[in-house]
């Protein structure tokens, strides 16, 4: 832990002259290489080398017009041994990233958030050398900043949709989608799938609510994927609310309750569902900062369909709630399921307050907290400095 916070501390010592710097880690399988076509500048880096070669003076220029970047920065878990990847790894990450800002120092100048994203699916050197090493920008242009993407029509929408799941064999998006998911696998993470398997199965009139930026793609389409094979209700699911916090606004600009962002559909028509999922990702163009206006897209949500019984938002624990603060809005129970839990003693504290203030419930993979008591419990347990009341506010929280 302590030489990963050095990693920490050389990332920002690197860009404290920027204006704004946001980092975050995760991992993922491995890079689906036909992301790179997306970003609006790429930067490969060959396996266990930590500089890349000119025109430097081409890239500066493509940046000078963006206002806020984000940046992902793309390795692979190898060798896979504990002691290398605490060292040698960092050595190189950190490498990496003082070369990008000695060829780059233009960096220094804009608002970044930086991912760093370790790629899992490597055991020997050639699997590795296979993935893709470096780095990937998505920005938009200052004058561009504040013009949102043209919303995508019904068979652009399919035709994106085919791209991405090339393996679903779809003929028609709203007739054969269905048909075809039934026979999908729910991936290797399947949190959502099972929390819905498992606690709500019985009811109706559902609204769900997602965080729609890239890390948390899967965790919504494993509803579909539930839905479809297990739903038999016409009203179990009435509507969704899909939230990018912000579409492209700048970090700066973004005001408490007026962030935006925020894509209603007002159907459980999967076609329709899937154009919003679409529009949402296009104009959010992949989400990147750490903090998200859930709170804003809840409030949407319970005044777009005042008559739901059940509202569910699926959240992603690597993230912060921006606007916790108009939580007290809130009038109906929030139902989370909280995705990206590494360990039970990570789970982000915002989301509990979700659940306990507004009557709701918190669930896991692998775990439920429905009841106040048990969402106190694990509040408590999850709080600094608690000694050794934490064991036993754990073992509370999970009966």
């Known amino acids: 832990m302590q030489k990963f916070l050095v990693f920490v ?21 491995q890079l689906d290489l036909s992301e790179t076509s997306k970003a609006s500048v790429v930067i490969p880096l060959q396996f266990g080398e930590m500089d890349f070669p000119p025109p430097y003076e081409t890239l500066a220029a493509k940046l000078e ?9 793309y390795y692979s878990k190898y060798p896979q041994t504990a002691d290398y990847q605490v060292n040698q790894q960092k050595m190189l990450n950190d490498g990496r990233v003082t070369n990008l800002l000695k060829h780059l120092p233009i960096l220094k100048t804009k608002y970044i958030d930086l991912e760093v994203i370790r790629q899992e699916n490597c055991k020997n050197e050639s699997e590795a050398r296979q993935l893709f090493h470096g780095f990937l920008f998505f920005y938009k242009d200052k004058e561009n900043a504040n013009t949102k993407t043209k919303s995508p029509t019904a068979k652009e929408t399919k035709e994106e949709f085919y791209k991405q799941y090339k393996h679903f064999n779809i003929k028609e998006i709203d007739n054969e989608f269905a048909k075809e998911i039934k026979r999908m696998s729910v991936g290797r993470d399947s949190t ?18 997602a965080d729609w930026t890239s890390s948390m793609y899967p965790y919504t389409l494993q509803l579909l994927v539930w ?65 998200e206006n ?22 992603d624990n690597f993230g912060k709630i921006r ?25 982000t ?14 669930h896991l993979k692998n775990d439920d907290f429905s009841t106040p008591e048990q969402l106190k419990s694990l509040l408590v347990w999850l709080t600094p400095n608690n000694g050794s009341k934490q064991k036993k506010n754990k073992k509370q929280a999970n009966h």
């Open 323 to 347: 606007d916790i603060e108009l939580l007290n809005k809130i009038q109906k129970p929030i139902h989370v399921i909280l995705a990206r839990v590494p360990k039970p003693n990570m789970i």
């Open 227 to 291: 839905q479809v094979k297990r739903a038999t209700k016409a009203n179990y699911v009435i509507g969704y609310v899909f939230f990018n916090d912000g579409d492209t606004t700048p970090d700066r600009e973004k005001k408490i309750g007026k962030t935006g962002g925020i894509y209603v559909s007002r159907s459980a028509d999967f076609a329709e569902a899937l154009q919003k999922m679409e529009e949402c990702k296009k104009n959010g163009n992949g989400g990147g900062d750490i903090e």
């Open 294 to 315: 859930d709170v804003e897209a809840l409030l949407k949500a319970t005044e777009e369909f005042p008559y739901a019984k059940h509202f569910i938002m699926i959240a």
């Open 65 to 73: 017009s963006a206002d806020s970047i984000l940046i992902r920065m």
């Open 192 to 209: 959502t799938y099972h929390i819905f398997e498992r606690n709500f199965a019985g009811l109706d009139s559902i609204v769900i609510i």
């Open 349 to 362: 504290t915002d989301y509990v307050q979700v659940a306990l203030q507004t009557g709701g419930s918190l």
């Open 9 to 29: 501390f050389i990332i920002l010592v690197q860009f404290v002259q920027a204006q704004s710097i946001n980092i975050r880690f995760s991992s993922v399988y």
